[in-house]
């Protein structure tokens, strides 16, 4: 019964390069969010997403970075043109679709992250 | 807009009591989560308030005031691994907001022998 996959767990770009961050989740969940989180500091949200859908991408920044979460396959969160701003940990995380089961409320798992290191 | 509110740090004993408050004022609530989380690791889910009042979990309870946007988060019986950062988020309500969390800036815990 796996939780939310993340790989890689560590990444490292030179700056000008992209980054790609994979996200699996759980069994079950069709619901994918993406957190930054920068040291010392809380998560902040970035996007939320259904199967082949962005729901909302308030949290995104305009330029460089997108996400997708194809019908078949990983949530992608992608960013381009790395800076060195970009360095910090990305979380995501995944919910079950109903929210009238039971239990915690439809609570959100997280997976481990990915370290990014723009150098 | 969504501002959450909790100290930087915290600092207690082993085996007494730590109280962890977190204030908000959100545009939407739809539920509070409290999250547990060690330096380096994954947030993990502690507890959930939706309704006014007190949940009892073990060692862990969380309280709820819809009315004064107020939650806190409160440890008994400290140990030395609950030295951790404590996350509080609002939940955003709205079907386009779907689950969305709104985190605050997280309480760093430290437990002292």
């Known amino acids: 019964n796996a939780g939310v996959m993340q790989n890689p767990r560590h990444l490292v770009r030179r700056r000008g390069q992209e980054a790609r961050l994979r996200c699996s989740p759980m069994k079950g969940h069709s619901h994918v969010y993406w957190y930054r989180q920068l040291p010392e500091e809380g998560l902040k949200f970035m996007v939320y997403?259904?199967?082949?859908?962005?729901?909302?991408e308030s949290g995104m920044p305009k330029e460089r970075f997108s996400a997708e979460f194809p019908k078949e396959g990983p949530s992608i969160l992608r960013i381009q043109q790395v800076v060195r701003g970009d360095s910090a940990a990305y979380f995501c995380?995944?919910?079950?679709?109903?929210?009238?089961?039971?239990?915690?409320?439809?609570?959100?798992?997280f997976g481990p992250g990915t370290r990014l290191t723009v150098l | 807009g969504q501002n959450i509110d909790q100290p930087t740090e915290m600092t207690a004993t082993e085996g007494a009591i730590v109280q962890i408050n977190c204030t908000y004022q959100t545009s939407g609530f739809n539920g509070l989560f409290w999250y547990q989380q060690h330096a380096g690791e994954a947030p993990t889910f502690l507890s959930y308030n939706v309704l006014d009042g007190l949940e009892e979990k073990g060692r862990f309870s969380s309280f709820l005031s819809r009315s004064k946007g107020y939650s806190y988060l409160l440890l008994k019986e400290l140990q030395m691994k609950d030295s951790a950062s404590y996350l509080c988020a609002v939940r955003d309500n709205g079907e386009a907001a779907g689950n969305k969390l709104t985190f605050g800036g997280g309480t760093r815990v430290l437990v002292k022998p």
């Open positions: 997403l259904q199967k082949e859908n962005i729901i909302d």
């Open positions: 995380a995944s919910s079950h679709p109903d929210r009238a089961l039971p239990g915690p409320y439809n609570e959100q798992f």
